[in-house]
C-alpha cells in the first residue's frame, strides 16, 4: 500500500507563488509515476502534470505550461508542484497521485492523496 499525503496550499494573491509537496511512504517511491491533478468548485478534476518514476521525463497541461514546475526527491519519498504566476483560476483542491503508467487522466492511477486547498485572489 502506497499513502500520499499533500502539503503546501493555502491562500495567496494572483502573481503569486505557492509550492505543494506530496510526501510518500509505504512502497518504494521511485517505482510510481507520480501525477498532479486538480479540482475547482463544480468542476470536474483535471490534469495538471505528470513525472516519471526518475524524473526524467515531465508533462505539463497547457493551462499551467510555463507557469508550474514539478519535480520529485526520490531519497525523500517526495513530489513537489512549484505553481508560479498564480491566477485566479487556478483555485482548486490540488492532489498528487502514484501508479504505474505516465497518465493524464484519473484512471491510469492507483493511489491518491486527501488533497489541499489552493485559493488564489484577484
Known amino acids: 500500500q502506497v499513502q500520499l499525503v499533500e502539503s503546501g496550499g493555502g491562500l495567496v494573491q494572483a502573481g503569486g507563488s505557492l509550492r505543494l509537496s506530496c510526501a510518500v511512504s509505504?512502497?518504494?517511491?521511485?517505482?510510481?509515476?507520480m501525477g498532479w491533478f486538480r479540482q475547482a468548485p463544480g468542476k470536474e478534476r483535471e490534469y495538471v502534470s505528470v513525472i516519471n518514476e526518475s524524473g526524467s521525463s515531465i508533462y505539463y497541461a497547457d493551462s499551467v505550461r510555463g507557469r508550474f514546475t514539478t519535480s520529485r526527491d526520490n531519497a525523500k519519498m517526495t513530489g513537489y508542484l512549484q505553481m508560479n504566476s498564480l491566477k485566479p483560476e487556478d483555485t482548486a483542491v490540488y492532489y498528487c497521485?502514484?501508479?504505474?503508467?505516465?497518465?493524464?487522466?484519473?484512471?491510469?492511477?492507483?493511489?491518491w492523496g486527501q488533497g489541499t486547498q489552493v485559493t488564489v485572489s484577484s
Open positions: 509505504g512502497r518504494t517511491f521511485s517505482r510510481y509515476h
Open positions: 497521485a502514484a501508479g504505474q503508467f505516465m497518465a493524464t487522466t484519473e484512471r491510469g492511477y492507483d493511489y
